[in-house]
């Protein structure tokens, strides 16, 4: 694992990170409900998940990866529907109070986070299928995989917290002018989005 491997990693990585889909969608989402400091524990989880499907590509268990990932039809629609059910929940509340941020649960939102990310097919066909054409991963050494893992998870916890960062501020821009009701109905709407996204994966694979 040279430089030249770790910066085109990074780059791929990137890519990868900034293609709006449901980790996306769920992290602007959570931050525009939640704030920036709410979804940490969310972006935790899908990183979680992209370090879990680098491992399987390290270790030639991209068959397994691959059936891991359609034994998890159930839980992405699960994810989607459990996303979906907290948009509408969103939508549907008052506005609620600018110094009475909402603090979901941390183990819970990170857990959302894991599972929408192993359930994600597009991580799994970049893991399994066009990282091995651009890296020799069978050669990397222990301290090669540290390094890799290491920027994959950089890379992809900076993008998710600028995109965490940017929501939140402009909740709190919203919410300075009294626009706390439009701000819940937006989180809602990414939220079922994401949710929708999950579950259109699963139908049209």
Known sequence: MD???????????????????PGVFATVASALSSGFRGTLSLIAGLVT???CYLLFAVFGLSMVAEAFGECFIFIK????????????KLMAAGPARAESE??????RSYASGLFITLAN????????GFLPAFMDLGALTPTGIGLAA???ATVITSVLCGYALLASRARQAMTRRHAVGAVQKT???LMIAA????????ITE
């Open 77 to 88: 629609l699960g994810a989607g529907a459990y996303l979906a059910y907290l948009g509408i």
């Open 195 to 202: 949710g929708l996204k999950l579950a259109t994966d699963v």
């Open 187 to 189: 989180a809602g709407g």
């Open 102 to 107: 909402p603090t979901p649960s941390t183990g």
């Open 49 to 51: 998940g992209d370090i």
């Open 150 to 152: 290491l920027t994959v």
């Open 3 to 21: 430089i030249c491997s770790l910066a085109g990693l990074a780059a791929a990585m990137v890519v990868l990170a900034l293609t709006p889909g």
């Open 121 to 128: 097919p597009k991580v799994i066909l970049f893991y399994c």
